[in-house]
């Protein structure tokens, strides 16, 4: 029988790619986003894929989605933990708020995704649950102490989770992208990304949503079993961890 995916932000950036991806490789895929309706229709018109709006910031809207995907869709074997927002500023500058948000969706979403799916996992005996960290989780990166804090913890929930999964047959592994073509990207001030960016990326260029997405296809797979707890950096060698 074919498998289920649910990819978070799953309808743009990166997210899209990977749907797409699971798609193609034969995968039944449900998207979520938590906002952008006019993006997630044009995403669904083109690609077929099944979209579902919730925000991973808030536990039960996401224990309420994941039901109504599971209705819909049938049980969930693959969890792509990729939703993300950036809320960028120089830590003298850094509002509350714009820490809360990004600890919200990029750490706390990675929780409120996981645990509504993680005993239905177990008592299959069969789960991929796929974080998408960064790069700068890694290295921690100036004007993003709000983000490099929730995409280390990304990291660090990836490995006691999949010391958790392992006997039950649930591989939890993280893919720490670079510097990617995305709208996300796209937002860093040009003068920024031309002098202080693009200059340390040995590959010189950006990394393209296609490439992460075949990790995430990669490390999905029922031959991916010995993979587990693992960091996957995708970076153009900007960092070797
Ligand atoms: N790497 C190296 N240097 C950086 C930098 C970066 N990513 N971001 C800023 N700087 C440097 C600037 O070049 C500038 O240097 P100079 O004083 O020599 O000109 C200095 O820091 C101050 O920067 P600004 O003048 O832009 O200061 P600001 O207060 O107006 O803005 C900022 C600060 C909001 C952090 C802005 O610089 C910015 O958006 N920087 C980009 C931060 C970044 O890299 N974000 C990653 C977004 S992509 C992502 O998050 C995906 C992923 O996982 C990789």
Redesign the pocket.
């Known amino acids: 029988m074919g498998k289920t995916a649910i990819v978070t932000g799953g309808t743009r950036g990166i997210g899209a790619a990977i749907s797409k991806a699971l798609k193609d490789a034969g995968y039944t895929v449900a998207a979520n986003y938590a906002g952008n309706d006019e993006a997630a229709a044009a995403f669904k018109q083109e690609t077929g894929i099944a979209v579902y709006k919730w925000s991973v910031a808030d536990y039960d809207s996401c224990a309420e989605g994941i039901a109504k995907v599971e209705a819909d869709l049938g049980p969930v074997d693959v969890l792509v933990n990729n939703a993300g927002i950036?809320r960028?500023?120089?830590f003298h500058?850094m509002t509350p708020q714009q820490w809360q948000e990004v600890i919200n969706t990029n750490l706390s979403g990675l929780f409120n995704m996981t645990r509504p799916l993680w005993e239905g996992m177990r008592e299959r005996g069969f789960g991929r649950v796929i974080n998408i960290s960064?790069?700068?989780g890694q290295k921690g990166?100036?004007?993003?102490v709000n983000?490099s804090a929730a995409?280390a913890g990304d990291i660090g929930f990836t490995k006691a989770l999949a010391q958790e999964g392992s006997r039950k047959g649930i591989t939890v592994n993280a893919i720490c992208?670079?510097?990617i073509a995305t709208e996300?990207?796209k937002a860093?001030?040009e003068?920024?990304l031309n002098?202080?960016?693009l200059p340390l990326i040995p590959v010189g260029r950006l990394g393209e949503p296609e490439e992460i997405a075949r990790c995430v296809v990669f490390l999905a797979s029922e031959d991916s079993g010995f993979i587990t707890g693992s960091t996957l950096s995708a970076n153009g060698g900007q960092y070797m961890a």
């Not at 990166?141 to 993003?144: L, R, S």
């Open positions: 950036t960028d500023g120089m500058k960064s790069i700068n990166q100036m004007g993003q983000y995409k992208p670079g510097y996300m990207v860093v001030p003068e920024v002098k202080s960016i």
